[in-house]
């Protein structure tokens, strides 16, 4: 009986399941609102009923699900199998895999930026990657960190937290963790952001207060835009963003030697801005053995990073082979 | 019959060579100048020599040698058995294990940084470890990374550069990679005795000057006994050292999560001055839920380190456990 594996993106907003077989094609998709607001229980029922209509949708039997991969947006203790802490969903502490014992399926439990990894890994930009680094950049900075093929946890399933490198040990910018001169404080979407503002409040001369009525409506679209307009203003914002983006990411290169970095989440959308910035503060940072070999590449999978990456920790702990 | 590991420490000066039983019992050492400038092929022999003498020591047959480990000071390609590059020794490019096949043993090639780890773990500081970092602070910044018990190569067998993260992207102090304001320019022992230094040249207040009768004598070793003296600058110099150390540290525990890192190296002679300084920075720094779980000890090996290194490289790779 051939075999099948599931994976499930739980978001805050929304639950997106998919079925896959083992060598990893998506045969069907479920998506449901997570309605977080109904509470704990309403919610893991939720995630049951999307797991029997992905089956049901392609005719299937349960007992022809040999894993389910479960990616959630907070940290997670693995061999426990509960989640510590989600910022938008009532399940702190909850045991989620002994939630979902009566499917009786395995269920594997990953972070969202863990299962993002994997995702890149065995269905986008990482698929010949050994030796990995996920980074993704928009409102915060997250990662992920695959070492021979495999996601490295930590000694408490917490490594990779790659956005609260101290970048500015001397800034002024404090971090959501407290923290000053994160690279998430410095280099993020939200810190793009918060470069723009601060330049228009601060009366400098750019196009980028003439395109928002108000200045928190700047953002890196908006920076965008003005860049594209020849706003010298701009570019310096995105210039010093990518100087920012390059330092953590040599950092990473000195530290991990790795063959491949995946950049994904909000930035790579204006990757083509900054890359050359990034490139050349890598080249200016990270040691030449190192830097050349290594490829900084987009991640391919979009929006199904999510899901794809929840359907690529079920194949990947069922130790397949695509 | 019984089997043996030998571990060779390959130094610019001298070499050390230990034979070890499987419990990694040390039997005897052997000891003899490099004589690097009688070139590659007497160096080699001085190797082989010390292998040959060392099992004699202890009356034993070559044939119950399983393998050997050679660590040596400098970058190296494990796969090919070859050394990039090393300082002091006529031996880049050379591949030293096919140079030392006719021994009839399996050569296990090791950097100094990576056995000087693994020394750590099954010999020193780090016996309970799984996930830990080794640190070595002396005139640079070292690192060995260790990952389930393993040394972490990276995908060129150069993971690990952990003294070239840039901590001070703006700082004019320049790396000897040619970077500026990497963790080693900052914060080695090389970065203390030039802080001491330019305090002085600066004609700041400071016992530190008295001390020496040239600035150019200036080291960690005369700045830590004004401080002893009371000394206001050798405190605050001090403490800018291990603020930085702490900000490096803290990187790596957000990054990888350790349950363990060991500090060696000439700074640990001097933790104690320091070590509160490093502590509060770090857990400024890095998260709760991550320094709550990590330990940072001093190395308990000392000089030793290297040809217990060596040896625990051969141990390691044989893939028995003590």
Redesign the interface.
Known sequence: MKEYVVGVDLGGTKILTAIADLEGNILARVRKDTEAQKGKDAVIQKIKDTIYEVVEKVDLDLSQVKGIGLGVPG?VNIKEGSI?HTPNLDLDNVNIVEELKDLGIAVFLENDANAAALGEKWFGAGKEA??MIYVTISTGIGGG?I?NKEI???????????G???????SEIKCG?G?YGCWEAIASGTALSRMGREAVEAGEETLIGDLVTDSSEINGEVIAKAFEKDDKLAKEILDRLA?YIG?GM???I??????TIVVGGGVSYSWSLIEDGVTSEIN????S??TN??EVVLAELGSDVGVLGAVATALSEVKLEI
């Open positions: 940290p510590k050994e030796n960190i070492i490295f946890h930590g000694a408490g399933d917490a490594a990779g937290e790659i609260h490198m101290t970048i500015l040990p001397d963790c923290n100087s330092i040599a950092n990473l000195n530290i991990f030697n790795p063959d200016k940072r990270a040691m053995s190192l070999n290594v």
